[in-house]
Nanobody
Framework: QVQLVESGGGLVQAGGSLKLSCEVS????????MAWYRQAPGKERELVAS???????DYSDSVKGRFTISRDSPKNTAYLQMNRLKPEDTGVYYC????????????????WGKGTLVTVSS
């Protein structure tokens, strides 16, 4: 059974930093794309940052220059370093990974974590 465990969330003042981790366990297939999403209260879930297995990254405009996504592929772990945090960064942060080579019709599987809460006070 594949599991994603996010950690590193918490309460921080505006201008501060946090580092989130997403560890994948129990996977028997290749972990391809890894991404962080967030959902603020009353809003839809949105993509924050993503990283491919080759290390290519993509960021939402709202976090470019402040957040950095990285991964340790042998450990099946993704990270999100968040600097210069703003109150509008508050929300539940979810990790999403895509497994490829899965013996299914689609050939891949999308897995979500349960989320970790980030609260940025003004």
């Amino acid at each position: 059974q594949v599991q994603l465990v996010e950690s590193g969330g918490g309460l921080v003042q505006a201008g501060g930093s946090l580092k989130l981790s997403c560890e994948v366990s129990g996977s028997r297939y290749k972990i391809d794309n890894m991404a962080w999403y967030r959902q603020a209260p009353g809003k839809e879930r949105e993509l924050v940052a993503s990283i491919t297995s080759s290390g290519s990254t993509d960021y939402s405009d709202s976090v470019k220059g402040r957040f950095t996504i990285s991964r340790d592929s042998p450990k099946n772990t993704a990270y999100l370093q968040m600097n210069r945090l703003k109150p509008e960064d508050t929300g539940v942060y979810y990790c999403k990974v895509v497994q490829t080579g899965v013996p299914s019709i689609a050939g891949f599987q999308v897995i979500w974590g349960k989320g970790t809460l980030v609260t940025v006070s003004s």
